[in-house]
Every structure is written in C-alpha cells, then in structure tokens.
C-alpha cells in the first residue's frame, strides 16, 4: 500500500520536530519548505580525499521522498554498532550505511531518535566537528 501525502507530512514533522531541538549545537544548513532539513557542525572541517574545508561536517537530514521519509544520519557511516545499540528499532528502518526510511509514523520512535542524535554529538565533539 503506498504512503500517503499526508502521513508523510506527518513523519516529516516528527523527525524534523527532533533535529531542530540540536540546532545549536549543530547549525541548520537548509530547509526546503516541508520537503527537507538539514544539520552540520559547527566548526570548519577538512572533508574529502582532498581534504577540502568546508564549514561544517554533514551531520544528519530529513527529506520526503517518493514512499518514504529518508532520514540520512552520518555519524552512524563510523560507529554503526555504537548507534544499533541504543536505536536497535529504528534501525530496522535502515537501508545502506546511513539512510533510515520511515513509512509508518510508528516508525518514528522519538526516544531512540534522541539518543541518536544525542551520541552522534559527543561523537562529533570528540572529533572537534563540534564546540
């Protein structure tokens, strides 16, 4: 059964309702109306093979698609197992190393969410990605 407009309206605001609450420490790069947002760091960074500096290292997004909402979170791209331990539900949504597809708003749960995002920041501390 395909997902509705309006349940992934609803999605949408549920994961978006819970990145918005880390920015700061993180900073807002976009926001594309309903359809996306987006985190980074706050402190310049060497990304890339050729280390190129940008102004903050990509952290976490939220963006409708066409039969999901796809939560992209990168810190997960390092630690995976450090993140399946505390979010062992939501990553049952995961597809590939970092993108998580929710189609169901029950698969949103806003605890593991937080403790996520929450161990994605000390990890992004620890790597000086963040003040």
């Known amino acids: 059964m395909p ?3 309006e349940t992934k309206e609803k ?3 549920s994961v978006k309702k819970i990145l918005k609450q880390y920015a700061p420490p993180l900073v807002q790069k976009k926001t ?3 359809m996306g947002y987006e985190l980074m760091g706050n402190v310049e960074a060497a990304y890339g093979y050729k280390k190129e500096l940008v102004p903050g290292m990509y952290f976490a997004s939220t963006v409708i698609r066409k039969d999901s909402v796809a939560f992209y979170f990168f810190p997960t ?3 995976a197992k ?3 331990a505390v979010a062992p539900n939501t990553y049952k949504c995961l597809k590939g190393k970092t993108c998580f597809h929710f189609k169901k708003p029950e698969d949103v749960n806003e605890k593991e969410l937080n403790a996520m995002m929450k161990k994605g920041i000390e990890y992004y501390k620890k ?3 963040i003040k």
């Open 82 to 84: 450090e993140f399946l």
């Open 127 to 129: 790597q000086g990605w």
């Open 32 to 34: 594309e109306g309903a």
């Open 3 to 5: 997902v509705t407009t």
């Open 11 to 13: 999605i949408m605001a």
């Open 77 to 79: 791209y390092m630690n």
